[in-house]
């Protein structure tokens, strides 16, 4: 158990790093709303999701009603039931009680569920829990430093910074593409419909967007190439 | 409005989205299409995510696209997260110095 929760936190530290970039700017962007630096903080504290904090600063500085805020947030962060239902199969359920899974499902993000999702074995509480501690506490950590001396670093840092979290996107969808024709078409379809909505179909927000891609793609994956459980374990390999 | 309403509604929204599914879906899935279905979901995600918002994210697109060869090219080979995380961003900074 112990050394799950040690396991968990290992991985936890790339997430970390790249939020502590992302939460930065996070800060600055919310005082410069006329947010205080303690309740940038509260927000990423309970939101711990990036584009959805940034529409609810917004939100907020427009003294929108919260009906409003409920429906972005809904919008934009409803990818996360996608994931969750997707990490409730890779559960170890001996080991994941009711409590267990309230205090877990916090943490799903993008990048946790993408560490998460990428692991042979079965996910146990301990690590999911040694991994959000992390995460958190870049993510938190980062929006205290943003808020209070957002000035100190200079640009070209934080610029350079913002890369952070792709790059650890490309590090886990790019080795099983090498491998998997599949997975190779299953990017491809993802990576071209996004594009369409950037440009063309512009009036769809991030979060509807991000859903539609990736239904459509993972859909004709699955009709195109249908996984059977012995392809399920070597590809998780 | 008090901020305070403000951040309840957000937390309390967010976490339910990702407190429900977790919490109530329970039975394993059976069928065939759908386990292929969510077998490919957090790469269509990743993915989507990914491309081309990673273009947009430094400020200028010539140093996100030197970022993203390194990156691509770390991660063809293997390297660690946090090794092609990291080296996108050196990639991205060592570029901007030269512009």
Not at chain 1, 75 to 100: E, G, H, P, V
Request: aromatic share 10%; with cysteine.
């Amino acid at each position: 158990m112990k050394k799950d929760l040690l396991k968990g936190a290992e991985h936890g530290i790339p997430i970390a790093l790249g939020y502590l970039s992302v939460s930065f700017g996070f800060g600055i962007m919310a005082v410069r709303a006329g947010i205080t630096p303690a309740q940038a903080t509260a927000i990423s504290l309970t939101n711990l999701t990036s584009a959805g904090q940034a529409a609810g600063i917004d939100v907020i500085a427009s003294a929108g009603t919260l009906i409003e805020m409920a429906l972005v947030q809904l919008t934009i962060n409803l990818r996360y039931a996608l994931m969750s239902l997707s990490l409730s199969q890779k559960l170890d359920k001996s080991k994941f009680t009711l409590l267990k899974r309230l205090i877990a499902s916090y943490g799903i993000t993008d990048e946790i569920f993408a560490v998460c999702s990428a692991q042979t074995q079965p996910l146990t509480p301990s690590y999911m829990y040694g991994m959000i501690a992390i995460a958190v506490l870049g993510w938190v950590g980062g929006t205290v430093l943003g808020a209070v001396a957002g000035t100190v670093l200079p640009e070209s840092v934080t610029n350079a910074m913002g890369i952070v979290l792709y790059g650890m996107f490309i590090a886990i969808f790019i080795p099983p593409v090498r491998k998997h024709k599949s997975v190779l078409f299953t990017v491809a379809a993802a990576a071209g419909l996004s594009i369409l909505f950037r440009y063309v179909f512009t009036g769809v927000s991030f979060g509807f967007a991000i859903i539609i891609c990736a239904v459509i793609a993972s859909a004709a994956a699955a009709l195109l190439f249908p996984v059977d459980e012995a392809a399920e374990k070597e590809a998780a390999e | 409005m008090s901020t305070a309403v403000y951040i309840a509604v957000m937390a309390g929204v967010t976490y339910l989205i990702r407190m429900l599914p977790f919490t109530f879906f329970r039975r394993e899935i059976k069928s065939g299409f759908l386990r292929s279905f969510l077998y490919y979901i957090p790469y269509a995600v990743l993915a989507a995510m990914t491309i081309p918002a990673i273009f947009y994210s430094t400020g200028s697109i010539i140093t996100a696209a030197a970022g993203t060869a390194v990156a691509l090219i770390l991660a063809w080979f293997d390297l660690p997260l946090i090794a092609v995380a990291l080296a996108a961003a050196a990639a991205a900074f060592v570029t901007g110095s030269f512009l």
